[in-house]
């Protein structure tokens, strides 16, 4: 479904994604992780058509979609949310919803009624009427998702849906991922909460200072020296190695 290669952005003199590639299979859940500051949202952003890039391709859907505008790669079928979400704070939860259910379906009705059913999906029905304003942060995360999945998507780049999320507020929309998955959405998601990133994922890269470091199974992944070095500092996969044999 989606194919990254070799894909490079640079930021003044800094190389925030240096000759990254990655691949995700349809119907799969993939987690892009990393330390802070790693590049994984300038990455989701380049694959997005947010950003020019500086070298590399990526192909879509069976289409080298490089350089296409956001518009045009969203009506392709990519579509991504936003760390810092931004609903129309004065507009309803079923407003919200539903000015991305109109690039599928440009008539009101229709619509409105395809905004009902993506709420509904996210858990969100009884919250219709409400202004977003006056949602929770888990309230937020949920809206972004209801908006982005209202367009009609192949592929979501879901960007720390769960950040400020509390422990079964992080289990339901673990939930809510898996149904989105089933329903015939592809997805890439990044997220630094590891027990949903062990808990969903099918396959797990790692993007440190811009590289991706290791990549395979959630399980492999996290006992990568490699992985715990980049994670904790150098030396930190030797030190636990020694911890381990002494306990
Ligand atoms: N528009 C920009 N202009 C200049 N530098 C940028 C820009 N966007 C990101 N950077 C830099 O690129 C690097 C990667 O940032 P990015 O936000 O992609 O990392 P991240 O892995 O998503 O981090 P986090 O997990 O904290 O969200 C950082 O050093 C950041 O300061």
Same mark, same amino acid.
């Given at each position: 479904?989606?194919?990254?290669?070799?894909?490079?952005?640079?930021?003044?003199?800094?190389?925030?994604?240096?000759?990254?590639?990655?691949?995700?299979?349809?119907?799969?859940?993939? !987690?892009?992780?990393?330390?802070? =500051?790693?590049?994984?949202?300038? /990455?989701?952003?380049?694959? *997005? @058509?947010?950003? #020019?890039?500086?070298?590399?391709?990526?192909?879509?859907?069976?289409?080298?979609?490089?350089?296409?505008?956001?518009?045009?790669?969203?009506?392709?079928?990519?579509?991504?949310?936003?760390?810092?979400?931004?609903?129309?704070?004065?507009?309803?939860?079923?407003?919200?919803?539903?000015?991305?259910?109109?690039?599928?379906?440009?008539?009101?009705?229709?619509?409105?009624?395809?905004?009902?059913?993506?709420?509904?999906?996210?858990?969100?029905?009884?919250?219709?009427?409400?202004?977003?304003?006056?949602?929770?942060?888990?309230?937020?995360?949920?809206?972004?998702? !209801?908006?982005?999945?209202?367009? =009609?998507?192949?592929?979501?780049? /879901?960007?720390?849906?769960? *950040? @400020?999320?509390? #422990?079964?507020?992080?289990?339901?929309?673990?939930?809510?991922?898996?149904?989105?998955?089933?329903?015939?959405?592809?997805?890439?998601?990044?997220?630094?909460?590891?027990?949903?990133?062990?808990?969903?994922?099918?396959?797990?890269?790692?993007?440190?200072?811009?590289?991706?470091?290791?990549?395979?199974?959630?399980?492999?992944?996290?006992?990568?020296?490699?992985?715990?070095?980049?994670?904790?500092?150098?030396?930190?996969?030797?030190?636990?190695?020694?911890?381990?044999?002494?306990?």
């Amino acid at each position: 479904m989606l194919k990254v290669e070799g894909l490079t952005k640079i930021f003044g003199g800094l190389r925030a994604v240096d000759n990254a590639s990655l691949e995700v299979g349809e119907g799969r859940i993939v !987690a892009l992780i990393g330390p802070n =500051g790693a590049g994984k949202t300038t /990455l989701f952003a380049s694959i *997005a @058509g947010f950003h #020019p890039i500086d070298a590399g391709r990526v192909t879509f859907a069976g289409q080298d979609i490089t350089g296409w505008p956001v518009h045009r790669i969203a009506r392709a079928g990519m579509v991504r949310t936003f760390q810092i979400t931004q609903p129309f704070a004065k507009l309803s939860v079923h407003e919200n919803i539903a000015v991305g259910a109109y690039q599928k379906y440009p008539q009101r009705a229709q619509a409105w009624e395809h905004a009902r059913a993506i709420a509904q999906q996210v858990g969100m029905a009884n919250l219709l009427d409400q202004p977003a304003a006056d949602l929770t942060v888990a309230g937020r995360k949920r809206l972004e998702l !209801a908006r982005t999945l209202a367009t =009609g998507p192949k592929l979501l780049l /879901l960007d720390e849906v769960m *950040a @400020g999320l509390n #422990p079964s507020e992080i289990v339901e929309i673990i939930g809510i991922i898996r149904k989105i998955r089933d329903s015939g959405v592809t997805v890439l998601l990044i997220e630094h909460v590891m027990q949903a990133v062990m808990n969903l994922s099918d396959f797990i890269y790692v993007l440190s200072y811009g590289k991706i470091i290791a990549e395979g199974a959630p399980r492999d992944v996290v006992s990568n020296p490699a992985v715990i070095e980049a994670y904790l500092g150098q030396g930190a996969a030797d030190r636990i190695a020694t911890e381990a044999s002494h306990a």
